[in-house]
T-cell receptor
Framework: DAKTTQPNSMESNEEEPVHLPCNHSTISGTDYIHWYRQLPSQGPEYVIHGLTSNVNNRMASLAIAEDRKSSTLILHRATLRDAAVYYCILRDSWGGGADGLTFGKGTHLIIQP | DAGITQSPRYKITETGRQVTLMCHQTWSHSYMFWYRQDLGHGLRLIYYSAAADITDKGEVPDGYVVSRSKTENFPLTLESATRSQTSVYFC????????????FGPGTRLTVL
């Protein structure tokens, strides 16, 4: 599986936007970019995913570089509830989804009040 | 209740004992997964299942057994627990397809003495 690289931790202030970067320089043409997050003492939860175009949903936005070698998860207005570990994960579309997710160490996002 | 549930939430056992962790989902999702999460390793896939009676090994299957006789249940058994299997175990499910999000249960914290 193609590998992702994320900063170990980031800190932001409440009610400010947060940009979480992810590098995936060996991404293949069939890899989707998925983001999950894990709040303290909970299981991971899906945030967003995309292939080539930028994506928006109620939780966040995903900006994908034109060459697809990097992406950025954007939380438009962070709250204390957004403090979590954020994982950037590549999924091969040919896998059919049956082979599970490969989690890295993720980025520990700290939100200051 | 609708969703994905795990039981027990906490379990303490002794080395050599058999332990079964239960996972139940109410969405009739085809795919189900077991992960373990340890400090320093992140989440790692133990076993997965594409449908009833179809299971396959993930990254760290040794010491574990799974079965899936019904779509909604995916129990994980530690046949002879070892201290190295002390971990937090997460079950997940998803509908078919690479794009579909995985839904995670709340986790079972297992301690093997």
């Amino acid at each position: 599986d193609a590998k992702t690289t994320q900063p170990n931790s980031m800190e932001s202030n409440e009610e400010e936007p947060v940009h979480l970067p992810c590098n995936h320089s060996t991404i293949s043409g069939t890899d989707y970019i998925h983001w999950y997050r894990q709040l303290p003492s909970q299981g991971p939860e899906y945030v967003i995913h995309g292939l080539t175009s930028n994506v928006n949903n109620r939780m966040a936005s995903l900006a994908i570089a034109e060459d697809r070698k990097s992406s950025t998860l954007i939380l438009h207005r962070a709250t204390l509830r957004d403090a979590a570990v954020y994982y950037c994960i590549l999924r091969d579309s040919w896998g059919g989804g049956a082979d599970g997710l490969t989690f890295g160490k993720g980025t520990h996002l700290i939100i200051q009040p | 209740d609708a969703g994905i549930t795990q039981s027990p939430r906490y379990k303490i056992t002794e080395t050599g004992r058999q332990v079964t962790l239960m996972c139940h989902q109410t969405w009739s999702h085809s795919y189900m997964f077991w992960y373990r999460q340890d400090l320093g390793h992140g989440l790692r896939l133990i076993y997965y299942s594409a449908a009833a009676d179809i299971t396959d090994k993930g990254e760290v299957p040794d010491g574990y057994v799974v079965s899936r006789s019904k779509t909604e249940n995916f129990p994980l058994t530690l046949e002879s627990a070892t201290r190295s299997q002390t971990s937090v175990y997460f079950c997940a499910s998803s509908s078919s397809g690479t794009y579909n999000e995985q839904f995670f249960g709340p986790g079972t914290r297992l301690t093997v003495l």
